[in-house]
């Protein structure tokens, strides 16, 4: 008997000990839920009765440098979704033939999303309202009390299509910028979601009286850039013109920077493309055999349009280059502008043992001054003025002209200078640097190192966007000029400006003259790369000389017309291009131009070539 009560006692004792255990368990697992858990647990509780229908802002609209003209805007349309649970059982299959029908879907597909266990799927997206308009109507017709929603949304639309399209860049479908501006300024354009939020039970369907609380959008801040309608489309049908008359198979670039605040008035890349339809072949050839394409070769071509060449590609700048040694040498005393007979062109220089040919070796120049060379282009003297400044004293201009970064523009993309390493640049490497070859820039920092001599010898940072404005407030933030330190003294850039002038009155730029108007350039032809048989030309210019307001830089690669790349056809015609858009600019940012011209006839005229 005394052993059973013993057993009874145990037994008791373990069922207690085990029930204490498991309290203790259950205490710490819900101490875990509450203090550990809770914040995810009561948003997930949150998020599963609570229905949100987002409401997509309106991006920020984008303005030329007028502030009137409109590049970019987002305009109204509407999105449709179902909450299936919220639709009947006996209305499913007709609410799916109305939306396929209203939209042209696929019956299959929509009946599919009706019929499923969701809280809420999309029909379809960004439509315009006639379209949505029909459905309400159908739904008032048929008795749809709920089920189907109509959500407002935005679309973004291009109205210039194709005007100034690396520049500006798309959105996706889900209004988020993937290029260009549109990339860059993504934080100020795409604006706050708002949102409808009601209470659902576990299927979805609508439970307490509460009704819907609508949380509004916070529309984007719209952006005022630099960029000028007439320049930019001045620009884009000038250089389409040249790079078709020139058959350049690489296409082409031109920019126009103001020299006084880094502003781009237009920057311009052949071939383009339709912002409205940015997955769309831009070119007659391409949509003859766009079809047959891989997905492969097709974003090939996408992605090389899409680019932003005056930017994003490198290349030799040849002999405008001449400019930053001529600079260089002037700023250390090492020569002077007028000195007659300094030096003497034979046809060629030997540099360690290498024989460096003048292009016009054949007939050398003889005696020269620093102006006669540059009108010249003679690449003996620029070689021997860079033998004279040495490595460290050339690469320290190199720097200063800030060609051995980037300029920091507000774009996305930008690529960097390729300069041999100063350590290894050797007698040969300087001599050929010093004429513009064998190193590779972006024309983005050949037209921003030139500016910097064409604006009194400040560095100065190049820009695209010049205003923010707040969407709600509408208060301007003005982006602030940039510059930067010294890089040549006043005195320095007004020789180089003026032997500038004399190269396009008297020497090899002498078609990029435009009367009225005092014009300075530079010619150049370069390799595209080592061994590929193919060739850039360049032109460079700047006006007008006493005050200069624009710096223009057209570069084209790899001419392959009539003219070739060495007759000077192709850089004769190049300037043919900039005598107009000299012309055209410069009585676009209202420069007195002597003739007798009004305004009002001038801008006539200006729109009738745009065309």
């Known amino acids: 008997m005394n052993e059973i009560k013993l057993t009874s006692k145990k037994k008791m004792r373990n069922i207690l000990f085990i029930s204490f255990l498991i309290i203790i368990c259950l205490i710490t697992r819900i101490g875990y839920i509450q203090l550990v858990q809770g914040k995810e647990l009561s948003e997930l509780a949150y998020e599963q009765q609570t229905l949100d229908r987002k409401i997509n802002p309106k991006r920020g609209t984008i303005y030329d440098a007028t502030g009137t003209n409109i590049l970019a805007v987002s305009s109204t349309v509407e ?15 007709k609410v799916a033939t109305a939306l396929a029908n209203i939209f042209e879907l696929d019956y299959e597909t929509v009946l599919k999303k009706v019929k499923k266990r969701s809280s809420i799927e999309t029909i379809v997206r ?28 935005t679309k973004r639309y291009y109205p210039y299509n194709n005007l100034a399209s690396q520049i500006i860049g798309f959105c996706g479908s889900d209004n988020q910028g993937l290029d260009g501006i549109e990339a860059k300024y993504e934080e100020e354009l795409k604006g706050e979601q708002g949102a409808i939020q009601k209470h659902t039970d576990a299927k979805g369907g609508e439970i307490g009286e509460e009704g819907e609380n ?8 719209d952006l005022v850039l630099t960029i000028d309608l007439t320049i930019q489309s001045i620009v884009e049908k000038y250089l389409e ?28 890349n052949y071939p383009n493309y339709n912002l409205n339809e940015p997955y769309e072949p831009y070119t007659e050839e391409l949509k003859a055999t766009w079809d047959s394409l891989e997905q492969s070769e097709k974003t090939t071509y996408l992605q090389a349009v899409w680019r932003n060449k005056a930017i994003a590609d490198t290349y030799e700048p040849g002999s405008v280059f001449k400019l ?20 003497s062109c034979t046809g ?17 120049h003889g005696s020269e001054s620093l102006r006669q060379a540059l009108m010249n282009s003679c690449n003996p003297v620029f070689i021997g003025l860079g033998q004279k400044l040495g490595v460290d004293k050339y690469y320290e201009y190199l720097e200063k002209f800030g060609l051995l970064k980037t300029t920091g523009i507000d774009l996305p993309g930008e690529a960097g200078s390729i300069f041999l390493a100063k350590e290894k640049a050797g007698p040969v490497e300087l001599a050929t640097i010093s004429f513009g070859q064998r190193f590779e820039i972006t024309p983005i920092q050949l037209v921003t190192a030139v500016s910097s001599i064409a604006n009194g010898g400040t560095s100065i940072k190049p820009r695209v966007v010049k205003q923010i404005i707040d969407s709600e407030t509408k208060e301007v933030t003005d982006i602030p000029v940039q510059k930067g330190d010294t890089v040549i003294s006043k005195e320095t850039s007004e020789k180089v400006l003026s032997m500038m002038e004399s190269v396009v009155s008297e020497g090899t730029g002498k078609n990029a003259k435009v009367a009225g108007y005092r014009i300075g350039g530079k010619t150049g032809t370069s390799e595209d790369g080592v061994n590929t048989n193919k060739y850039v030309t ?23 017309g009539e003219g070739g790349h ?29 003739n007798n011209l009004s305004q009002n006839k001038k801008m006539t005229k200006i729109r009738a070539k745009i065309g």
């Open 241 to 268: 013109e040249a790079c078709i008359d020139n058959v350049c198979t690489d296409g082409g670039s031109i920019i126009v920077m103001n020299p006084q605040n880094g502003d781009i008035l237009a920057m311009a």
């Open 348 to 364: 060629g220089i030997e540099v360690a043992g290498v024989r460096i040919k003048c292009w016009r070796y054949y007939r050398p």
């Open 538 to 560: 360049s032109f460079c210019g700047v006006a007008p000389i006493d005050n200069p307001q624009v710096v223009v830089l057209v570069t084209l690669y790899n001419p392959t």
């Open 79 to 93: 999105t449709v979704t179902v909450n299936p649970s919220n639709i009947s059982s006996e209305d499913k299959e």
């Open 566 to 594: 060495h007759l000077w056809v192709t850089l004769l015609q190049s300037q043919k291009i900039k005598v107009y858009i000299f012309d055209k600019t410069l009585q676009t940012k209202g420069l007195q131009k002597i």
């Open 324 to 343: 930053i040694t001529a600079s260089a040498a002037l700023e250390e005393g090492i020569t002077d502008t007028d000195n007659e007979g300094e030096f």
């Open 214 to 221: 609508y949380i509004p959008a916070v529309d984007g801040n």
């Open 126 to 153: 960004k439509v315009e309202k006639e379209k949505t308009d029909e459905l309400r109507k159908w739904i008032e017709e048929n008795n749809i009390t709920s089920g189907i929603n109509i959500d407002e949304d």
